[in-house]
């Protein structure tokens, strides 16, 4: 059974207009699960565009013909220079012998996007330029947090439909219908408000 975070993003791929391919459905006994590739995608309708964003937001997916897309639900991290300077694992699949052999689904003249799926980025302006830049290093060519394809699932589901052919979907409807993600739970999928500064008391 796919996990469900592998489930999230091939939702929202296919939202999207993409056709979706798992790049294996079986557990190889000599490779690790972070030495592969879990989705090839195709946009057969896609824009052309000089180049997307590192940071992607659903706008800009338009703008991608096809991608490689490495999948880390690591919920509780933040993908920070520390964490991956220790872990160098994540970035086997972006070697070339790994990338080419999978880049081949996709015709000789065509050279995907590399895209890496992590559950956020530091919140600091310095640390979060230090991240990118490491992952650029490591070739990575864009990131896609989950807070992004989470807000956009809940945002296109519809209560007033049957969605029994995605688990994923279904639940989402569910707890929409029951008015468990209200303004304050959505508010959790935008973009962290700047704090108020506090008010001194007079008097």
Avoid: C
Wanted: hydrophobic share 45%; charged share 25%; glycine share 6%.
């Amino acid at each position: 059974m796919a996990s469900i975070s592998e489930n999230i993003v091939r939702e929202y791929f296919e939202l999207h207009g993409f056709f979706v391919r798992q790049q294996r459905k079986y557990i190889s006994p000599v490779r690790l699960d972070d030495d592969e590739i879990d989705f090839l995608v195709l946009h057969p309708r896609h824009e052309a565009a000089a180049g997307v964003p590192f940071i992607l937001r659903s706008g800009d997916l338009s703008g991608v013909a096809s991608a490689v897309v490495v999948v880390k639900g690591w919920h509780s991290e933040t993908f920070s220079t520390g964490l991956l300077a220790n872990a160098p694992e994540i970035f086997r699949v972006f070697e070339p012998g790994v990338f080419q052999s999978a880049s081949k689904s996709f015709g000789r003249d065509t050279v995907p996007v590399k895209i890496l799926v992590v559950p956020a980025l530091p919140a600091g302006a310095a640390a979060r330029e230090q991240s990118i830049a490491f992952l650029r290093s490591k070739g990575v060519d864009a990131v896609l947090p989950f807070r992004t394809m989470l807000a956009d699932l809940i945002g296109h589901i519809e209560v007033n439909r049957n969605y029994q052919k995605s688990d994923l979907l279904q639940v989402i409807r569910i707890l929409k219908n029951y008015e468990l993600f209200g303004g304050a739970q959505l508010d959790l999928f935008q973009a962290t408000p700047k704090r108020r500064r506090s008010r001194r008391k007079t008097g």
